[in-house]
């Protein structure tokens, strides 16, 4: 059974940050694009940082660049998401997903249930 586990969400002020992770099994993790979503309340869920199975390729949606990093722990089967510069429109249920074609959309393979960001001003 394929599992994604997301922990490392919580409350954090305007400036702060946050490191999300996500912990895979069930699956052979090199094989896999790897990437972090996520879903504001009213709003669809959008594709934030993504990083295909060999590490060759990554995604950055604009709103997030330069504020937030992907990257993986291969012996870990885990995949990070550092969050600096958090903004109040960050506020959101954080999902990281897999899928085994190289892609960033939400179609992805397999989500995990999500972690929830809060941002207060």
């Known amino acids: 059974e394929v599992q994604l586990v997301e922990s490392g969400g919580g409350l954090v002020q305007a400036g702060g940050s946050l490191r999300l992770s996500c912990v895979v099994s069930?699956?052979?993790?090199?094989?896999?694009?790897i990437g972090w979503f996520r879903q504001a309340p009213g709003k669809e869920r959008e594709g934030l940082a993504c990083s295909s199975d060999n590490g060759s390729r990554t995604y950055y949606k604009d709103s997030v660049k330069g504020r937030f990093s992907i990257s993986n722990d291969n012996a870990k089967n885990t995949v990070y998401l550092q969050m600096n510069g958090l903004k109040p429109e960050d506020t959101a249920v954080y999902y990281c997903a897999a899928d085994g074609t190289w892609g960033c959309g939400d179609d992805m393979d397999y989500w995990g249930r999500g972690t929830l960001v809060t941002v207060s001003s």
């Open positions: 069930g699956l052979t993790f090199d094989d896999y694009s």
